[in-house]
């Protein structure tokens, strides 16, 4: 097999594993599990699978001094990226199909353009100026604007049908989720600098959104009671396949064409593939509503305008030759939508962690 085809491949199974999240949190909520412990069980499972691969490389100590060092940004910004991002998720599962999830879920590539303004960038620039504001990509934009018409097509129907109140809730929730994934792990990025791993550092947000998910087991046994054993499977099944398996196949296909902008820009392309097999695990195992016309017409426009950034983001920069911009680029479409990316400044520490 080449190197392209094991890429596409790996990409495409990555996928696979991310829809995990979205049809399994649909089928905790049909079931009658409570968001709360869809979303807290996750991370509560996810912490001793980050923490023995580090404890096992002698890594774990370094994000724990960080943390010791500055608790400030780590406790406010692992609240924002992990719990302002799953609890709204989770909450959002229980108003429509698995697939209308995943593609609303989208909109965090048009987050991660609108947030771009809020961080600078090091280094010179013809200006003189040794830093300088991101700028806002208009040209993503556009693309941007289709996934937004694709998203309110695929709410037409909730809307038509008299549910307008209930739609707009959920667009809220998605929305909610879509900038604060973005913006935690940004400013995460910048905080962390090149200090730790990206496994590091998702490590110490997962232990610094803690309290969250721990505050949130307590209300859940008040309120709605533990979780059935059903529930408790499902989300540890979310944890290893979105959390680990997902993402390392993820990092394992953009490593393998990462110094080829074309070839890595179809290679992240491949994350529209968690759209199709959300619909398709939720049609085929959990018998979830199949789109309407309106749908079909809006995971189209979805599809395309995640399709559409990332080629855009093939094209190499004025002046750079062949190579444009890796998997750690600010740019990097796929990483904005699952905040797998590094900065400038992590990219070495990253690929340390591959």
Known sequence: MGTMMKALSLGLLASFFFAFTF??????????GSWI?????????????????????????APIKDIGRSPGPWLLWSLVGFGLFYAPLC??????PSW???ASWQLTIVAGALLTPLFRVDGAHPAGEGRRRHRVPLRALSFSLVI???IAFLNVPAGGAGGLAGSLVFVLLVLV??????????????HCGERLTTLQRVFGMTLCSMPLWLVLAVAGLATVGPPTRSQALQSLIVALSSGLVATLLFFGATRLVRHDMPRLAAVESTQAGEVLFALLGGV???????????????????????LGNSLLHARPPRGGGGRGRS???????????????????EARSTRRTR
């Open 284 to 306: 085929l195992v959990f018998r979830d509503a199949l789109p309407d016309a309106w749908g079909w017409l809006g995971l189209a426009l979805v599809v395309a305008g995640m």
């Open 177 to 190: 989720a879509a900038f604060a994934y973005p913006l935690g792990n940004r400013k995460m990025m910048q």
């Open 91 to 96: 909450m959002a599962a229980g108003s429509g």
């Open 37 to 61: 412990w869809s979303a807290s069980l996750r991370y509560i499972f996810m912490l001793p699978l980050l923490a023995a691969p580090l404890a096992l490389r002698g890594e774990l100590a």
């Open 148 to 150: 937004l018409a694709g």
């Open 100 to 102: 209308l999830v995943a």
């Open 327 to 345: 998997l750690s680029s600010p740019g990097s479409a796929a990483g904005r939508a699952w905040g797998l990316s590094s900065g400038p400044r």
């Open 23 to 32: 049809i399994l949190n649909r089928e905790m909520n049909l079931a009658g």
